[in-house]
Nanobody
Framework: QVQLVESGGGSVQAGGSLRLSCAASGRINIMGWYRQAPGNQREMVAVITSGGSTSYADSVRGRFTISRDDAKNTVYLQMNSLKPEDTAVYYC????????WGQGTQVTVSS
């Protein structure tokens, strides 16, 4: 069983930045960030593999950067140039034989 602890959410004005962190209780293969806005389905934001390959949603490419520190079993999401449409609950997801989800952290971007 892997436990995930997220941190770093909050409120920011448009154009601002936030960094999310997700610490896993063990080694993880694939880690990613997903988000869900009210009334919307959960969507992939960014994913990083154990080899460091990354994938981004078109809506965040160029503004968000995902990275990982395997020594700390932690994945980060640096979010720059935030827009009101980035407002959502952000969830960390980890894959190691099974899928594990964090509890979610709220990100609110005001115009």
């Amino acid at each position: 069983q892997v436990q995930l602890v997220e941190s770093g959410g909050g409120s920011v004005q448009a154009g601002g930045s936030l960094r999310l962190s997700c610490a896993a209780s063990g080694r993880i293969n694939i880690m990613g960030w997903y988000r869900q806005a009210p009334g919307n389905q959960r969507e992939m934001v960014a994913v990083i593999t154990s080899g460091g390959s990354t994938s981004y949603a078109d809506s965040v490419r160029g503004r968000f950067t995902i990275s990982r520190d395997d020594a700390k079993n932690t994945v980060y999401l640096q979010m720059n140039s935030l827009k009101p449409e980035d407002t959502a609950v952000y969830y960390c997801k980890a894959v190691r034989f099974n899928e594990y989800w964090g509890q979610g952290t709220q990100v609110t971007v005001s115009s």
